[in-house]
Nanobody, 115 residues
């Protein structure tokens, strides 16, 4: 059974930082088969950060230079380091893993950027 468990969300002031974590189990973990998405109220779920076919990180234009995706194979964990956070980054952040032709999702973690 595939499980993706996110953590690290919370309330942060504009300009602050947070690091999200997602631990994967029950699936092949290469790091490159993982990605982060987010969904704000009333909006669709959009990709924030992931990896290309060749393993280089990809980012949404709105987060380039502020967010960094990394992975730790030994811990089966993918991270999203978020810096210089803005109010428009407020959303539920989801971890996605792809394996066996299927996409698997975590339960999400809320990130709220507000003063």
């Amino acid at each position: 059974q595939v499980q993706l468990v996110e953590s690290g969300g919370g309330l942060v002031q504009p300009g602050g930082s947070l690091r999200l974590s997602c631990v994967a189990s029950g699936m092949l973990f290469t790091g490159y088969n993982m990605a982060w998405y987010r969904q704000a109220p009333g909006n669709q779920r959009d990709m924030v950060a992931g990896f290309s076919t060749y393993g280089s990180p990809n980012y949404a234009d709105s987060v380039k230079g502020r967010f960094t995706i990394t992975s730790d194979g030994a811990k089966r964990t993918v991270y999203l380091q978020m810096s210089s956070l803005k109010s428009e980054d407020t959303a539920v952040y989801y971890c996605k893993g792809r394996w066996g032709g299927h996409d698997y999702w975590g339960q999400g973690t809320q990130v709220t950027v507000s003063s």
